[in-house]
């Protein structure tokens, strides 16, 4: 089918979530970006903005991912989970039918910088046993090409004739997530499934995508197709491209919850309240 073209360009607000952490949140449950449902950045010096992180909250169904860019944060959960997320590592978490976990940083200054993405999951899915992986960056793959560092954090990256495996596979929406930093004057071509969801979210300099210049702070809907094009000018650039299977099925959402139908929502709150959302 060609080249994916820029059907819409997104720019992130700010927000607030946990204790109080500031953030800029780029996706917010827009229907045509299925199966993605939030995309978060933060990124400050400031310790004010952060350290009071995620104390102990509920989840279900769906899935988070945690990326980290700079920093240290703690993940500890209900299943007896603990993870230390730090720079260029990444959780993991599948909320399933219910988990209680918090996310707290472990330190009191400097730089904390890095993205939160939920992803859906199907309704056959959403009462599945929560899970958890921590996933250090020694674990992720990274391809040197074509004037490019790609870090491949889940699905299959193809380049040329080689087929690189994420450190996450498996998902039923077959996500790709990649980072990938193009240095000055560069191109990168990335095949991607045609009728999955595709974003581009430029969080360093500027890109050209099908020919569109984004630059940082900017999220770019792209159109179907079998391709993706990043171009860098004489600025460098650095972006998220995530790709996935869109679902395609009723979505209700409260809070920490995300289910099919508001009955369901309703379940979960009373689930939460009398204990048993984590309940087998």
Do not use: C
């Not at 599948?94 to 890095?114: K, L, V, W, Y």
């Not at 993205?115 to 599945?128: C, D, G, H, V, Y």
């Amino acid at each position: 089918m060609g080249e994916r073209r820029i059907r819409q360009m997104i720019e992130g607000q700010p927000a607030s979530d946990g204790a109080g952490v500031k953030l800029n949140r780029v996706i917010s449950f827009q229907r045509e970006l299925d199966p993605f449902l939030m995309l978060d950045e933060f990124n400050t010096e400031q310790a004010s903005d952060y350290i009071a992180g995620f104390p102990s909250h509920p989840h279900r169904g769906f899935e988070t991912v945690t990326y980290m860019i700079d920093g240290r944060m703690l993940h500890q959960d209900h299943l007896g989970n603990q993870g230390l997320l730090v720079s260029g590592g990444v959780q993991w978490m599948t909320a399933g039918r219910g988990i209680i976990h918090s996310e707290m940083p472990q330190q009191e200054e400097g730089r904390m910088r890095g993205f939160q993405l939920w992803i859906n999951l199907p309704a056959a899915e959403k009462m599945k046993p929560a899970g958890y992986r921590d996933i250090g960056p020694e674990e992720i793959p990274v391809i040197h090409a074509d004037g490019a560092t790609i870090k491949v954090v889940a699905g299959e990256f193809r380049h040329g004739d080689t087929v690189t495996r994420g450190a996450v596979s498996g998902v039923s929406t077959d996500p790709l997530f990649v980072d990938v930093a193009l240095a000055g004057d560069s191109r990168l071509e990335i095949p991607v499934s045609n009728g999955y969801s595709a974003v581009v979210y430029v969080f360093e300099g500027e890109l050209g995508i099908g020919g569109t210049t984004v630059r940082k702070g900017r999220l770019a809907v792209l159109g179907d197709g079998d391709s993706i094009t990043l171009e860098a000018g004489t600025l460098a650039g650095r972006a998220l491209v995530l790709t996935a299977r869109p679902l395609r099925e009723p979505v209700a959402h409260y809070g920490p919850f995300v289910m099919n139908t508001v009955d369901e929502i309703q379940q979960a709150i009373r689930d939460y309240q009398n204990g048993r959302l984590t309940a087998a």
